[in-house]
């Protein structure tokens, strides 16, 4: 039973191929392709794939997307199935105004983070979470020791905080630069600006949630742009490049665990 996981965000394409749909399931294969280049993955990346037999993804990529990657799935005789947010799933309450608005991406790596979080705590009492998403936007997401969601921050990534600053100034067109303390170049002012002010959302929503839970917060992070934050972190965060590839393979366990009218019969997923 092999399982394709797919994280389309507005950036890239992730796919991961496991060996089940479980987790703990061994990885395959994987790549990353930018969007632009959706339209290759069936005559390239995928051609020479196992065929996988199931398959779960999210996408906040839009419609027009969607229909791309599933044409590229056509290489394949399965159906396309994608997480959506809800009130409770795989153990996780959602505390959004309207659940269904949360992002997918943000759902299933809480879930991910959530299930690890549990693994590690070994049977203890669980922890709070801060989850953090480095990718095209920045999340930084707040969890309670119950796996209720609180709420959580969105703000530009690194990519749309420089372009940002580009279009809207005559000044900003630099090369990248370094992270520092105290900047002394335009490069090196621009990237540890963008830096620092994700760093310092961080460390806000990890000082918010340890008053609100009364208990040090277990942090996490991934996204592609995760390894470029990770040395400006003022708190101690677990880089866990595969979360939503776990909070994937979590659901998909917990459905065929616990399947639903709402998890189509035909084959497994
Ligand atoms: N090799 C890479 N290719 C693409 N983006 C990268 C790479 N390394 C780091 N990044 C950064 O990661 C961000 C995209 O991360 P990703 O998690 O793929 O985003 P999304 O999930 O929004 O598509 C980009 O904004 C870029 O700053
Ligand atoms: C916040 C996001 C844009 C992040 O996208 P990404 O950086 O992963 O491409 C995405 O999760 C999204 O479109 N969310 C819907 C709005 C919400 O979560 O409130
Ligand atoms: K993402």
């Given at each position: 039973m092999t399982f394709l996981a797919l994280d389309v965000g507005n950036t890239r394409l992730k796919w991961g191929l496991y060996d089940s749909p479980a987790p703990g399931a061994t990885l395959l294969g994987h790549g990353a392709v930018f969007l632009e280049n959706i339209d290759r993955l069936a005559d390239e990346d995928w051609r020479a794939l196992p065929e996988p037999t199931h398959m779960l993804g999210c996408i906040v990529a839009g419609e027009a997307i969607r229909r791309r990657?599933?044409?590229?799935?056509e290489l394949w005789d399965i159906t396309p199935h994608w997480a959506v947010s809800s009130a409770a799933e795989a153990g996780m309450t959602n505390g959004y105004d309207h659940p269904t608005r949360l992002g997918a991406d943000r759902w299933v790596a809480m879930i991910g983070a959530h299930a690890r979080m549990l693994q590690q705590v070994n049977g203890g009492a669980p922890k709070p979470m801060v989850v953090v998403m480095v990718g095209t936007a920045v999340t930084v997401e707040a969890i309670d020791a119950t796996g209720k969601f609180l709420g959580g921050l969105i703000l530009p990534g690194?990519?749309?905080?420089?372009?940002?600053?580009?279009?809207?100034?005559?000044?900003?067109?630099?090369?990248?630069?370094?992270?520092?303390?105290?900047?002394?170049?335009?490069?090196?002012?621009?990237?540890?600006?963008?830096?620092?002010?994700?760093?310092?959302?961080?460390?806000?929503?990890?000082?918010?949630?340890?008053?609100?839970?009364?208990?040090?917060?277990?942090?996490?992070?991934?996204?592609?742009?995760?390894?470029k934050m990770a040395p400006s972190m003022s708190v101690q965060f677990e880089l866990v490049d595969s979360l939503i590839f776990d909070g994937l393979l979590e659901i998909a366990k917990h459905r065929l665990d616990h399947p639903t009218p709402v998890w189509p019969s035909r084959g497994l997923y």
């Open positions: 990657v599933e044409e590229q799935m690194h990519g749309i905080m420089l372009r940002a600053l580009e279009s809207g100034t005559a000044g900003l067109r630099v090369p990248t630069g370094e992270v520092c303390e105290f900047p002394t170049n335009t490069s090196d002012a621009l990237t540890s600006g963008g830096t620092y002010a994700i760093a310092g959302a961080v460390e806000r929503m990890v000082q918010h949630v340890r008053q609100h839970c009364g208990a040090d917060p277990a942090c996490y992070m991934t996204g592609g742009a995760g390894w």
